[in-house]
């Protein structure tokens, strides 16, 4: 699901809260030592999600958030903010020349470059909840 989320709403945070969980506590993102990717450049996206890019040749940029049931993925277009949540349970995370987010028919893929190799420890962060979250709810293929 993609919410614009330029200008925050009490039904926007409720949905949010349902689909992935509240915020971890200030306390569990400092242990955690933070919950947020540095900003990315988004390299390609699925044809169903090009309307959230920018259309002219500016670079687009996207982040994560960590959320104890699934991801946040923001994508900023000119001045305006979306944001795509993602369950873990739909969620997949391919390394391919850059990293690639898939989930729910779409993907985006992020460049491989230096702020890439920036956010190198939250993927590994990333790719441990996740598996964390698998072997806490097992998916019916693994059964």
Do not use: C
């Not at 900003?39 to 090009?50: A, E, F, G, K, Q």
């Not at 873990?88 to 390394?95: I, L, N, P, S, V």
């Amino acid at each position: 699901m993609i919410l614009e989320t330029t200008y925050s709403s009490k039904e926007n945070k409720k949905i949010i809260n349902d689909l992935v969980g509240k915020p971890f506590s200030f306390v569990k993102a400092f242990k955690m030592n933070g919950i947020g990717s540095k900003r990315m450049i988004i390299d390609d996206v699925s044809p169903n999600l090009r309307k959230y890019l920018n259309t002219v040749s500016d670079l687009s940029y996207g982040s994560i958030e960590l959320r104890p049931k699934g991801i946040l993925l923001a994508i900023n277009k000119g001045l305006r903010n979306f944001t795509w949540i993602i369950p873990y349970y739909q969620f997949y995370m391919y390394k391919t020349n850059g990293v690639s987010i898939h989930a729910q028919g779409k993907f985006v893929h992020f460049k491989n470059n230096r702020t890439h190799k920036e956010n190198k420890s939250f993927f590994l962060k990333l790719s441990k909840l996740k598996v964390e979250y698998d072997e806490r709810f097992p998916h019916i293929d693994t059964l």
